[in-house]
């Protein structure tokens, strides 16, 4: 049988994966957990979401009775009164059902409503519970649902409880090691750009540090030579993250708001720079325009967004939202396929020195002997562009779980 929990977090603590860790550890004693739970990730652009959107499952054999009893023992264990904080819990028996993949494909790419996941759990027989509005059914079932064409694997480990909300100890240096012995077999470790490490969270939850990568028994070796406080427990999870999940190529006229998508276009407009440092310009695939933006969180990526001209082709990969600006495309990286010529005027020399512009498009003028030249009549210059053809990707500080890196791309 498939248990699937959802939405036990809120901002100001738990975790969905400590809760669901818990519940595991309880089932163990009489029952047997299959294979590796899951940590699924779902449409990072709903409005719902604490943090990652994430939620979880496992497999495990044993009497059911038992094992639904524990999973809601569990989940009242850790109950949060928040209004923003809607548990769900299910119990799904046999197979996994086309129909339930299907809805977990569209929890990626799509908001689903909680009737659609009640009637769904009724219609495959899943036995279900939940506390608040039970939004929390609806990852509930996506994450049993989740097929994993692609997958990389988690170690999250967990504080003792009596250092939860204190400053995590989790030792830099330590970190930069991990990252220079292992990476890209474990990813997203540091940002060396930024100087940030992106294993531990901010936020005040039981989380100590999450290592991700490709290969579990090195991401295993690696959090042994991690230099930290006191682990209470850890756990490694299989996942979607880093893997493109949410993505699907789209045309612009076919995008919908809280989509991920990725399209091939045009860029249409120069970049410009709004308030607050976030990056504008406009692209179109033959048909639409859309407006893409890479955001002050971005860093240095905005650096080289700030380079294309109009003209220049490019592959986008984002999520798509409604904004003050309209729709609007958050870069989360980029494949810039072809460049076009940057050029400039020459300015001509007349009497020993360079002529004067007399107003945008209006010519140059000679302020010795008065002569004209239209702009029209000018010659032009290639100047060399500094963006070279390629892959660029948002860094580690600003990457989203599903996003898969650039090194774990065949490029
Ligand atoms: P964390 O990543 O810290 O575990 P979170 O960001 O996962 O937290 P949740 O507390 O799980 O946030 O809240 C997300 C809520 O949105 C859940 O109730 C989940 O069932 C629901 N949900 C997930 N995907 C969709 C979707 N595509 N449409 C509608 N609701 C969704």
């Not at 963006?387 to 990707?393: A, N, Q, S, W």
Request: charged residues 25%.
């Amino acid at each position: 049988m498939f248990i699937g929990i959802d939405d036990t977090d809120s901002r100001s603590g738990m975790c969905t994966t400590f809760v669901c860790k818990t519940i595991m550890d309880y089932i163990s004693q009489e029952a047997h957990i299959v294979g590796f739970p899951r940590l699924i990730r779902l449409n990072p652009n709903i409005p719902y979401k604490t943090r990652g959107n994430g939620a979880l499952s496992f497999k495990v054999d044993g009497d059911p009775s038992f094992v639904w009893k524990t999973v809601k023992k569990g989940i009242r264990e850790f109950l949060i009164d928040d209004p923003s904080t809607n548990p769900g819990i299910v119990l799904l028996e046999g197979e996994i059902p086309k129909i339930l993949t299907d809805f977990y494909h569209r929890a990626l790419h799509e908001i689903l409503t909680i009737e659609e996941a009640h009637s769904l759990a009724k219609e495959i027989g899943a036995k279900t519970m939940f506390y608040g509005n039970g939004r929390g059914i609806i990852g509930a079932l996506a994450s049993i649902g989740a097929d994993l064409p692609d997958y990389t694997f988690e170690l999250i480990a967990y504080r003792e409880s009596e250092n939860i909300g204190t400053p995590r100890h989790v030792d830099a240096d330590s970190v930069k090691r991990i990252d220079r012995l292992y990476n890209p077999i474990i990813f997203d470790t540091y940002d060396w750009h930024n100087n940030y490490i992106a294993i531990a969270p901010n936020a005040p939850c039981p989380v100590l540090y999450g290592l991700r990568g490709g290969d579990y028994k090195v991401i295993q070796k690696a959090a042994n030579e991690l230099l930290t406080e006191q682990v209470f427990k850890q756990q490694v999870f299989i996942t979607n993250q880093a893997t493109d999940a949410h993505i699907e190529t789209k045309t612009i006229c076919s995008i919908k708001e809280y989509n991920s998508v990725h399209i091939n276009c045009k860029v249409t407009e120069t970049p410009h720079f709004e308030h607050k440092g976030h990056l504008f310009f406009s692209v179109e695939d033959g048909a639409k325009s859309i407006l893409c933006a890479a955001y002050e969180p971005t860093k240095e990526f905005r650096k080289i967004v700030a380079q294309l001209l109009p003209g220049d082709e490019i592959e986008v990969w984002g999520g798509v939202k409604h904004t003050a600006y309209g729709m609007t495309l958050n870069l989360e990286k980029i494949n810039v396929l072809s460049l076009v010529q940057k050029t400039r005027y020459k300015i001509p020399l007349c009497c020993g020195k360079r002529m004067r512009s007399i107003g945008k498009m209006k010519g140059y003028r000679c302020k010795k002997c008065s002569k004209k030249i239209s702009e029209s009549a000018l010659e032009t210059i290639s100047i060399k562009r500094d963006l070279k053809k390629g892959f660029y990707e948002v860094p580690i500080i600003a990457r989203r779980h599903l996003a898969k890196p650039l090194s774990r791309m065949k490029l």
